[in-house]
């Protein structure tokens, strides 16, 4: 069976540098050149299949690498030979245009020369089939970027260089043209102790270069802002890595979103997940939608393995937050709201307080905001507008803000049923002293998706940032706004 582990692909300013394709291969057992085995030999066939091992396949720029180098299958099948039917991990260079201008024709490759990433989730591997004559080898998509796709039956690569196929029932490998060359991968362990105490592969993990594609880590996935930004993420093309801290139960399964296998890991645990995607995903931003009382700690966390991150959860102290990020020199993003109107509304406030500061002065002001009844605590949006407010001369305390936790409050202030496990109705009423002037500003939500859109627009901002190596900051999302980064 050979099973796609893994597709990456990587590039160094404009060119795409690499792409590594990790799979898994039959290991043969002892029977002499694939090339000797008769098609007719049914259980000959059957004993290529009877063990499975690790072909790392990178391909690499040759503009950056001057020489060509290849290991072929036949230098597979040398190390089979050498090492008795065991794992052989094997790096095989060369470049990306080569590999593209070699794929069979209705192998679909969206490549874009001139494009900072490359996407080989059009991949279509299912058109493979036609380009195989073996039953028995069958290739499984199981990465990410493939996993829906159907199984197919053979694989083949650039077939100049690495064809899997067969003749006559039995496989043919293309000469070896640098016998030489040894294996990066096959120097490395195979896969790290970490990793394999989480129990779920990173990429990179096995043996190939970290990844270099665009990763977030979600606290906690489980979490319902946690999931739905998860979706938001995949749906722009971000990727999410296969890890996630919760604070309560662990399953034991991994959680599917999308397709994206995300094992879930207690909090005792974070530190040696953090320092584990730390290494695998260079660059990869945290996302942190969990609760109250984890914001500080997790926040530290983040910083102390140097992870720029995006803090939406609202609480906690937030004097302690913002300090500790703005002193760790680190990249974040922190807001208690990451809808784009709700941002502009709460820009709006800032600079009218800035503008006309005591506007207000003498007049009464009431907050009131309804949430699911499980929201922990004061809403975190109106704590931050309500700063606005007093600037403006309104005299008014946090502790002053009305909660409504309550289904029956809530239907009557107009919240739809069907969305009292997941709204944001907001309210500030304003009135002049003697009651002839009245100000009212409401933002209702309903739902979550207009905050998981946000938080993917932060991320993407802190990506940009990243990349352009700009001073490490803690931005709110109304730099986000201030940038034209929300869509
Ligand atoms: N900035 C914004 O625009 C928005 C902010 N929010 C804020 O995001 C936060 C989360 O909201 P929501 O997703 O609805 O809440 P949920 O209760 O659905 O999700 C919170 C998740 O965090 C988990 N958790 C608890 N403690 C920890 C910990 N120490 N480390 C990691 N995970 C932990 C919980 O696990 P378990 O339940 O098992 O304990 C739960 O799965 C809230 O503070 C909310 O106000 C929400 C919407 C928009
Ligand atoms: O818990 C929520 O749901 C929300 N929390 C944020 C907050 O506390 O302001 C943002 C929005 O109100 C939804």
Not at 172 to 195: F, H
Not at 228 to 235: C, D, L, N, S, Y
Not at 267 to 291: A, F, H, I, N, P
Request: with cysteine.
């Amino acid at each position: 069976m050979f099973k796609i582990n893994s597709i990456n692909a990587s590039s160094r300013k404009t060119q795409v540098t690499q792409i590594h394709i990790v799979i898994d291969l039959p290991v043969f057992s002892p029977l002499g050149p694939p090339s000797q085995i008769s098609g007719s030999n049914i259980r000959q066939k059957q004993n290529l299949r009877r063990q499975v091992s690790h072909c790392h396949i990178s391909m690499h720029n040759i503009r950056e690498k001057r020489k060509v180098q290849c290991v072929t299958g036949s230098a597979l099948m040398r190390n089979w030979n050498l090492q008795g039917g065991k794992q052989v991990p094997t790096l095989c260079l060369f470049s990306v245009r080569e590999f593209i201008e070699n794929l069979p024709q209705d192998l679909k490759v969206d490549f874009h020369e001139d494009s900072t990433r490359m996407s080989l989730q059009s991949v279509t591997l299912t058109s493979l089939v036609s380009h195989s004559h073996l039953g028995l080898i069958s290739l499984n998509s199981s990465s990410t970027a493939l996993q829906q796709q159907q199984p197919v039956k053979g694989f083949v690569c650039c077939p100049r260089r690495i064809s899997f196929s067969s003749a006559a029932g039995g496989l043919e490998w293309p000469q070896l043209k640098q016998p030489g060359i040894s294996s990066r991968a096959s120097r490395r362990p195979n896969r790290n102790v970490a990793e394999r105490n989480l129990g779920i592969r990173a990429a990179g993990m096995d043996g190939s270069e970290p990844s270099s594609e665009k990763y977030i880590m979600i606290n906690d996935c489980n979490g319902r802002m946690g999931r739905a930004v998860a979706e938001a993420a995949i749906g722009a093309g971000l990727k999410i890595a296969p890890y996630t801290i919760t604070g309560g139960p662990v399953p034991e399964e991994p959680l599917d979103i999308l397709g994206s296998k995300v094992k879930v890991c207690g909090k005792e645990r974070r530190d040696e997940v953090l320092d584990l995607v730390r290494k695998q995903y260079s660059g990869l931003v945290m996302v942190d939608y969990t609760v109250p009382d984890a914001v500080n700690e997790n926040a530290e966390l983040y910083c102390k393995y140097n992870l720029p991150f995006v803090m939406g959860t609202s609480g906690g102290d937030r004097e302690r937050l913002l300090t500790f990020a703005r002193s760790s020199g680190n990249y974040a993003v922190i807001a208690p709201q990451m809808g784009k109107q709700v941002v502009a509304f709460q820009a709006a406030m800032e600079i009218m307080a800035k503008e006309f500061p005591g506007a207000f002065s003498g007049y009464k002001l009431e907050v009131t905001e309804s949430h699911q009844s499980n929201k922990l605590d004061t809403s975190g949006t109106a704590k931050e507008i309500v700063k606005s407010f007093q600037k403006l001369g309104l005299d008014f305390n946090l502790d002053q803000i009305g909660m409504v936790r309550d289904a029956d409050s809530q239907i009557a202030m107009g919240v739809p049923s069907e969305h009292l496990g997941g709204h944001a109705f907001h309210t500030y009423r304003l009135t002049s002293p003697d009651n002839t002037v009245e100000f009212k500003f409401e933002h209702n939500v309903c739902g979550r998706s207009i905050y998981a859109q946000g938080t993917v627009d932060a991320v993407l901002f802190l990506m940009k940032k990243i990349e352009e190596k700009s001073e490490k900051k803690v931005f709110n999302m109304i730099d986000v706004l201030h940038e034209g980064a929300m869509r």
